[in-house]
């Protein structure tokens, strides 16, 4: 079990939350844990359509004062 | 105070070229010293190569010799680097020159791997280099019909290059008379047409007007080459009769070979733009992992805030500001139209219609990058 990869996404509007986590996760190995930080209002929701798309899989999915906490197990 | 500069492109001659002339009496007394150490003796207008794939530039129009754009007080090697050995404050070059230094600025900026994606280098025209655009124009003139592929790989830099690469094959087809018998499908990574939401709120009605078709959530996994067929990691494909891809990026190799971060990309302070855990090495430009545009103007503007910061360093003992993550990218909206997109860490872009001038002030700008790149505007 590898330790959770932080994407660290606040407050950027280009490239924007999203394509950042698609970077990272191009970079990771199956089976690692990537937590993404958005500020982004959207990403609550883009988020998770993407991954569940693709077939990865959202760990948990939580906004803290005002910040997305979304984390992503790469499955494939 | 030995400052190395590693990296001639962009965001490392504006730094080298500020620094000198802030620094042009603590240079001529001898306390300062300024070294840029690059891989080219060339330095390219990368921007222009959209124009070079659509037959409005030629290649010989990008370049300029390096030497011609720094200030002469710098001191400059065609020379890259090959070992970063930041716990002793020295770089290893190709030639095997050992450089010491104070202060170390990484600007090496980064590279296509179209062959990350399989098919992609076979399959698909780019823009990314001279050859590509080359070749790109010359498929451009020769198809008659059918349909036009755009897909786009994961990082990418100049985020705005696929709506403008759109706008133009829009233009393109439609000069050359051909517009109603090329079907121009765009395909996106996220789920919708562009990564800034100003961006794609603004484009989709230009798409539509266009009759462009677009497919979003698509992240190209390859290219089946015999069968002209571009197939996605969401599990949808495309047909297709020319293939042209924005292919996805990574950092430069020596950034990995010597493990200064992952994918090439640096870890840097977004504010100071520092490497991570080394105070006295700067990063800019496409060479840090920020969640910054990778784009010649996040390096310009970076460039000055890193110059600034080193410089009062110098004469007062600290940094005197922080980067605001500012961005000013123009958008070619077709062949004789433009706007563009400025935005920071906390304020969006507030899109402005597409005007004729704003084309005008493109077409200037590719002309007076000469003058930025030279710290002069």
């Known amino acids: ?76 | 105070m030995r400052i190395l500069v590693v990296g001639g492109g962009t965001g490392g001659t504006i730094v080298a070229n500020n620094l000198a002339r802030r620094l042009s009496a603590e240079i001529r007394s001898r306390r300062v010293r300024i070294t840029m150490l690059s891989a080219s003796d060339k330095h390219m207008y990368q921007p222009g190569l959209l124009y070079v794939a659509f037959g409005q530039m030629t290649p010989d129009q990008l370049y300029r010799d390096q030497a011609s754009l720094l200030e002469g007080a710098i001191d400059f090697h065609v020379d890259p680097v090959e070992k970063f050995q930041l716990d002793q404050n020295k770089v290893v070059t190709k030639s095997g020159k050992v450089h010491e230094y104070d202060i170390l600025v990484m600007a090496t900026g980064s590279r296509i791997v179209p062959e990350q994606i399989p098919g992609l280098v076979e399959g698909a025209e780019t823009f990314y280099t001279e050859d590509t655009a080359v070749r790109l124009f010359k498929r451009l003139r020769e198809i008659q019909e059918g349909t036009v592929a755009v897909v786009v790989g994961v990082p990418h830099k100049c985020p705005i290059a696929p709506v403008e690469l759109i706008f133009g094959l829009h233009d393109y087809f439609k000069a050359r008379g051909i517009r109603d018998k090329i079907k121009i499908k765009y395909h996106y990574p996220i789920g919708r047409i562009h990564t800034i939401k100003e961006v794609a709120i603004w484009a989709k009605p230009e798409f539509d007007r266009m009759g462009i078709e677009y497919e979003t959530l698509f992240n190209v996994s390859e290219v089946d080459v015999e069968n002209k067929v571009v197939r996605s990691e969401e599990g949808t494909e495309t047909q297709y009769d020319l293939l042209i891809a924005i292919p996805p990026h990574r950092g430069m190799e020596v950034v990995e070979q010597n493990n200064l971060g992952e994918g090439g990309w640096i870890p840097t302070d977004r504010f100071k733009l520092t490497m991570n855990g080394h105070d006295n090495v700067f990063v800019l430009g496409d060479t840090t992992n920020l969640p910054v545009s990778k784009t010649g103007s996040a390096a310009h503007f970076q460039a000055e805030v890193v110059a600034e910061n080193i410089a009062s360093m110098i004469k007062i003992g600290t940094p005197v500001r922080d980067y605001d993550g500012k961005v000013y990218c123009f958008i070619e909206t077709g062949h004789d139209s433009a706007t563009y997109a400025m935005f920071n860490y906390q304020n969006p872009p507030d899109l402005k219609p597409p005007s004729k001038p704003m084309h005008w002030f493109k077409m200037s700008y590719n002309q007076m990058y000469w003058t930025s790149v030279r710290g002069l505007l």
């Not at chain 1, 609550?44 to 197990?73: C, Q, T």
Request: hydrophobic share 35%.
């Open chain 1, 1 to 76: 079990m590898s330790d959770t990869k932080i994407v660290d996404a606040r407050d950027t509007f280009c490239p924007g939350p999203l394509m950042e986590l698609i970077t990272h996760m191009k970079q990771s190995s199956v089976g690692d844990t990537l937590e993404l930080l958005s500020t982004d209002e959207g990403s609550g929701a883009d988020v998770p359509e993407w991954v569940n798309k693709v077939g990865h899989e959202i760990l948990s999915n939580e906004k803290i004062n005002g910040v997305w906490h979304i984390k992503i197990r790469k499955a494939k």
